[in-house]
């Protein structure tokens, strides 16, 4: 285990994934959502292809053994893109940021549902932490004080974006129940094969001819977009998830700089302000799982025979 290298390949997944949003953000006004999906899907495969050869891993990593687990996480996590690009054409990139972060929130609720985790006061507590904050960054969008068609725009956006968190939390439920039959590489694989299959069944509404320009940023969405999973990968490879599942919050960081110097969006204090409530909810969460893997490590040791 490096602890060192596997946050510093983390972050720079983070970082790729934001670029990689930005790229998608520059296009939106012209591109479907769905269009932008085919592109970040269908140009990660050659990356992860030319990744699974590198590693000798290619022929496991297109066997499957669970064909209609990969279907069930392709839909939700082609969903959950879909909506999450579709929000970032009316939606500051924190902004956007900061209602993502309800994924792993819902999560922690939808794993209770379907797979009969246990859930204790302690995660409920931030559970709840975390979705007052999500409505604190929401909130101010569906007011609809402004008037016009601006205003009911950005409330749709926030909408779009929360269900695009919602899908995504979901996404996760399907992947709980892949790792433990399949590789990571598989899910990896099959997932980008997956999305690009269905974000085909939107070309009937509405796709466009990208310029050049457009082109140029959606297929190198594609290219960043297998990097950074590549990297995501590699990063749990190098440390325990709970070392480097905190990094994920310096998106917003990231999120806060290029919204800033490229697309000239200004954050509000309300949107930092729930922003920060649902990171620490996230950060709660992650601590209370590594203290009881923690836990659980001591009994099966204390219960193993020694001799």
């Not at 983070?14 to 670029?19: D, E, G, K, Q």
């Not at 992860?48 to 209609?68: M, Q, S």
């Not at 085909?200 to 509405?206: D, Y």
């Amino acid at each position: 285990m490096r602890p060192l290298r596997g946050i510093a390949l983390k972050l720079g997944s983070v970082l790729i994934f934001i670029v990689m949003a930005s790229m998608i953000k520059a296009t939106a006004a012209h591109v479907p959502a769905g269009q932008a999906v085919f592109f970040r899907s269908a140009f990660a495969i050659p990356v992860i292809v030319v990744w699974l050869i590198w590693r000798r891993e290619l022929r496991t990593g297109l066997k499957t053994a669970n064909p209609f687990g990969h279907l069930w996480r392709g839909l939700m996590g082609t969903l959950a893109m879909g909506f999450g690009f579709a929000g970032l054409g009316y939606l500051p990139l924190p902004e956007v940021t900061a209602i993502g972060y309800a994924a792993p929130i819902l999560t922690v609720i939808f794993a209770a549902m379907f797979l009969g985790e246990e859930v204790r006061l302690f995660r409920i507590s931030a559970v709840a932490l975390g979705l007052v904050g999500v409505l604190v960054v929401v909130y101010p969008r569906l007011t609809l004080l402004s008037e016009g068609a601006a205003g009911y725009a950005e409330a749709f956006g926030a909408l779009v974006v929360l269900a695009g968190a919602l899908f995504a939390s979901l996404a996760q439920v399907f992947v709980r129940k892949l790792v433990q039959v399949e590789r990571t590489a598989t899910i990896v694989f099959w997932f980008s094969v997956t999305a690009a299959m269905l974000s085909l069944a939107t070309l009937p509404f509405g796709w466009v001819w990208p310029t050049a320009f457009e082109a140029a940023l959606l297929v190198g969405a594609g290219l960043l977009g297998g990097v950074g999973q590549i990297l995501l990968t590699s990063s749990y490879r190098e440390a325990d998830a709970s070392v480097i599942a905190p990094f994920d919050y310096a998106s917003m960081i990231f999120a806060l700089l290029i919204g800033w110097f490229v697309f000239s969006e200004v954050p509000t204090s309300t949107m930092l302000a729930g922003a920060l409530l649902v990171v620490t909810a996230g950060i709660l969460i992650i601590w209370r799982e590594r203290r009881l893997g923690l836990e659980r490590a001591r009994q099966r040791k204390a219960m193993t025979p020694q001799g």
